[in-house]
């Protein structure tokens, strides 16, 4: 079975503080991705990496973000967080680029308090 | 542009009721696909089904059911029988032929299915 694993279930940050969400997954796949579940929102795209130190800016990119140095890890960066990150954030990933019947398959979710 | 509804926002129903969660879609590619996703209180999202554009045979699975339509850009799922283990939110999303395999998602629907 694929796992995506969040490092982190539930954080509680500062206002300003920089926060790091990290995800690694265990099945070899190229893209790796980051969303953002809000109520009545769905879950939007932050980000997209497609390979090694490669990646694409979603739909809300702003204030975020990213770092992926190796395949199987993909990292999420708040430079500065602010009180409207907080949310549920999830990282997914699947095999390859350039398909787009690909699953995706996707972590826990990590929930993030900016206080 | 790619856009998933999912106009319920939340459901609830009798232990043993038949459920349907709509979905629509729209997209301008002439190849693309279709999946949902439940999402229990856990917070993972757990693939169900995807579907091609070329496929419009309904699928079914146990209890659940999927019902294509490109006629009406619709993708809509039954589950039969409910039970109270099938209480979560359920999404639907796309993956447009050129979209690399980026998900669109609905907003969601919160289904309670009560004993």
């Known amino acids: 079975d694929v796992k995506v694993t969040q490092s982190s279930r539930y954080l509680v940050k500062r206002t300003g503080e920089k926060v790091f969400l990290e995800c690694v997954q265990d099945?070899?796949?190229?893209?790796m991705f980051w969303y953002r579940q809000d109520p009545g929102l769905g879950l939007r795209l932050i980000y997209f990496?497609?390979?090694?130190?490669?990646?694409e800016k979603g739909d809300i990119p702003e204030g975020y973000s990213v770092s992926r140095e190796k395949k199987e890890r993909f990292s999420l960066i708040l430079e500065s967080a602010s009180t409207n990150q907080t949310s549920m954030y999830l990282c997914?990933?699947?095999?390859?680029?350039?398909?787009?019947?690909?699953?995706?398959?996707f972590g826990e979710g990590s929930w993030l308090t900016v206080v | 542009a790619q856009k998933v509804t999912q106009a319920q926002t939340e459901i609830s129903v009798v232990e043993k009721e038949d459920v349907t969660l709509d979905c629509v879609y729209e997209t301008r590619d002439t190849t693309y696909y279709l999946f949902w996703y439940k999402q229990p209180p856990s917070g993972e999202l757990v693939f169900l089904i995807r579907?091609?554009?070329?496929?419009?045979q309904n699928e079914i699975s146990g209890r659940y059911s999927w019902n294509f339509q490109k006629s009406t850009s619709s993708f809509n799922f039954t589950i039969t029988a409910s039970q109270v283990v099938d209480s979560a939110v359920y999404f639907c999303a796309l993956a447009g032929g050129t979209s690399y395999g980026k998900l669109t998602f609905g907003q969601g629907t919160i289904l309670t299915v009560h004993p």
């Open positions: 579907r091609n554009s070329f496929d419009e």
């Open positions: 990496s497609y390979d090694v130190k490669m990646k």
């Open positions: 099945m070899d796949h190229e893209n």
């Open positions: 997914a990933s699947s095999l390859y680029y350039g398909t787009a019947g690909n699953t995706i398959y």
